[in-house]
T-cell receptor
């Protein structure tokens, strides 16, 4: 089955810095890669996603890149703010499988 | 559109008891998945229901069961509770498509504490 590795497990940055979280996947048939943000006491919320026919996608301060050859994808957050502090999860899924495989999560701490 | 709702938000039970959690999906979504989240294990998939049928199942013991109703609402039941069942139980709904690009939307979760 699919295996998703996520790094780092903890990331501490200063407000205004950029943050990058990386994930690798094992199943070359995976074609959809969502990213979720989970704040304390809440469920994960979708923040951005990318499909395998696209190499990069941006939404304001957030961007995701996908390298299908290397089987890895990354979340980039620019100009970080304290409210970006949360746990971020990556996931990968493929056709015929309705359930995404999640990474173990990255705790992002943005210091004011 | 209203999001995924879960009830109750918090539960405290003792070992040996059973518990039922409820999830109402986003209107129009036919798939409901359940996850267990603990600090050490991350998001662990329990099962997925689509049109009242269990379509996918994770590696949990038979004490964990679920069902889905005709209006897509779902319930999850845990019998003979153990201390290790203490966790945040998350429900996620989606349209249920099979092309791999089906987005899951999560509810706020039910925090279960077993004493």
């Amino acid at each position: 089955g699919e295996n998703v590795e996520q790094h780092p497990s903890t990331l501490s940055v200063q407000e205004g810095d950029s943050a990058v979280i990386k994930c690798t996947y094992s199943d070359s048939a995976s074609n959809y890669f969502p990213w979720y943000k989970q704040e304390l006491g809440k469920g994960p919320q979708l923040i951005i996603d990318i499909r395998s026919n696209v190499g990069e996608k941006k939404d304001q301060r957030i961007a995701v890149t996908l390298n299908k050859t290397a089987k890895h994808f990354s979340l980039h957050i620019t100009e970080t703010q304290p409210e970006d502090s949360a746990v971020y999860f990556c996931a990968a899924s493929r056709g015929g499988s309705y359930i995404p495989t999640f990474g173990r999560g990255t705790s992002l701490i943005v210091h004011p | 559109k209203a999001g995924v709702t879960q009830t109750p938000r918090y539960l405290i039970k003792t070992r040996g008891q059973q518990v039922t959690l409820s999830c109402s999906p986003i209107s129009g979504h036919r798939s409901v998945s359940w996850y267990q989240q603990t600090p050490g294990q991350g998001l662990q998939f329990l099962f997925e229901y689509f049109s009242e049928t269990q379509r996918n199942k994770g590696n949990f013991p038979g004490r964990f069961s679920g069902r889905q109703f005709s209006n897509s609402r779902s319930e999850m039941n845990v019998s003979t509770l153990e201390l290790g069942d203490s966790a945040l139980y998350l429900c996620a709904s989606s349209l249920g498509g099979l092309d791999g690009t089906d987005t899951q939307y999560f509810g706020p979760g039910t925090r279960l504490t077993v004493l």
